[in-house]
């Protein structure tokens, strides 16, 4: 096969053969042509006919538009030509270049998706080549999806060869695009990567977002016990550093997670810590949640107007800052409350809302647990039609996503089993 393949390569003209090799550096199993770009030092426009040039010969075979693939052993025989012909030192800026690339472009993409975060973008290297810019939010959903794999392949280069800046701080590029889809356990795996290569780099910048990552990972799994630990040690280091953001992120998921174990008291001490640093800071989402938390504290406690009041706030901060992805959150919270007091009609309402808000914003979990939530609402309204056509829906999306929510709903519209 290598005598073949050396027909093939030594027929290439030069700027072509280059590109060949150096191309066999990228660590996914496909390539895009803005990829390609970055790991060859040639400009996209460039780059382009090359790659068209190599398919011709069948060095590399086009699999979509501006993307395109290496046969394993086409690969291999295109790292071995690269360490053959190009210097250690050449060849490790190359992949320095990509591996930047990909966490800058990553970087934008997150801020496109969620412009909300209340996060700030990271420092870049002037030398890396240009990210790619997206003018919408479906398209840095789109290259998510494309570049998915490549993505965890990239970060797990970096793990395994000393880029450990990247590692740690890509995994806080990935998690919002998993979290549409409930992929909680690939943040957790991606985010315990990042920790690892921060631990191993030293800096406590750099470790309180990779702490960042994995706390907030593990409390979407619902990973708890194992969270709690790492929380106070975001917290300890956040405040050794005097790192106010850092510090109301840690006592809002320390409180996230004895909310969830019923410790109301405790968790409520937390997000009254945190909602003032989150307002100072002038951090409109984390001041939400913050209200909407101590809102469904005070409903739990009997304090109903209170929570009333702490929720109209914290939607109205939401509708004030564009933050349609809370609002939908409150929304379904809001239901809740409408269902404690009978208020059925009102319930669906807000249900239908949040439903619609989540699926605009392509979060298949969330808009198929609220789907859940209001086919049980419209069942006790006595609307039974419109309730199995919902519940439907919600087992669809939760079948597409693999959710495993998927088989509990699927048994509760089959019902319990009839008797002998």
Excluded at 60 to 68: P, S, Y
Excluded at 353 to 367: G, K, Q, W
Excluded at 394 to 419: K, M
């Amino acid at each position: 096969m290598r005598k073949v393949f050396d027909l093939s390569y030594n027929a290439l003209p030069p700027m072509t053969a280059r590109a060949f090799r150096l191309l066999g550096l990228h660590p996914g199993v496909t390539i895009s042509t803005p990829a390609a770009a970055a790991v060859t030092g040639m400009s996209a426009e460039a780059v382009r006919p090359v790659l068209g040039a190599l398919a011709d010969v069948h060095l590399i075979a086009e699999v979509g538009r501006d993307r395109f693939q290496f046969h394993d052993l086409i690969r291999e025989y295109a790292v071995e030509t690269a360490r053959a012909h190009e210097s250690s030192e050449l060849l490790e800026e190359r992949i320095r270049h990509l591996l930047g690339w990909y966490l800058h472009t990553a970087d934008l993409s997150r801020f496109v998706i969620y412009p909300q975060t209340g996060a700030s973008r990271f420092e870049h290297h002037d030398a890396e080549p240009d990210p790619l810019i997206f003018g919408t939010r479906d398209d840095a959903l789109d290259w998510h999806r494309q570049e998915q794999t490549n993505l965890v392949s990239v970060l797990q280069y970096a793990v395994d060869h000393g880029h450990h800046r990247i590692a740690a701080l890509l995994p806080n590029c990935l998690s919002i695009p998993n979290i549409l889809n409930a992929q909680w356990a690939t943040n957790v795996e991606l985010a315990t990567a990042g920790l690892t290569s921060a631990r191993r780099l030293g800096d406590e910048q750099i470790m309180l977002i990779a702490l960042s990552s994995l706390t907030e990972s593990l409390v979407q799994a619902g990973r708890l016990d194992k969270a709690l630990p790492l929380l106070f040690e975001e917290l300890s280091l956040a405040r050794r550093r005097g790192a106010r953001r850092e510090m109301a992120t840690a006592h809002h998921e320390i409180g996230l997670v004895l909310h969830k174990q019923d410790l109301l008291d405790r968790a409520a001490d937390h997000f009254l810590i945190a909602l003032p640093l989150y307002r100072e800071l002038d951090i409109p989402r984390g001041e939400a949640i913050m209200l909407a938390e101590l809102g469904e504290i005070a409903w739990k406690r009997g304090r109903f107007e209170e929570a009333r009041d702490h929720l109209h706030r914290s939607l109205a901060i939401c509708r004030e800052s564009g933050n349609s992805w809370n609002e939908a959150l409150f929304l379904r919270l809001s239901s809740q409350m409408s269902l404690d007091q009978g208020h059925l009609d009102e319930a669906v309402e807000h249900l239908e809302r949040s439903a619609t808000t989540y699926a605009e914003l392509d979060d298949l979990y969330e808009t198929a647990c609220t789907l859940r939530m209001l086919g049980d609402v419209l069942g006790r309204r006595g609307d039974h039609d419109r309730a199995a056509r919902v519940l439907g829906e919600a087992l669809a999306i939760f079948d597409s996503i693999h959710a495993p929510e998927a088989d509990e709903l699927r048994a509760a519209i089959a019902g319990p089993p009839s008797a002998p």
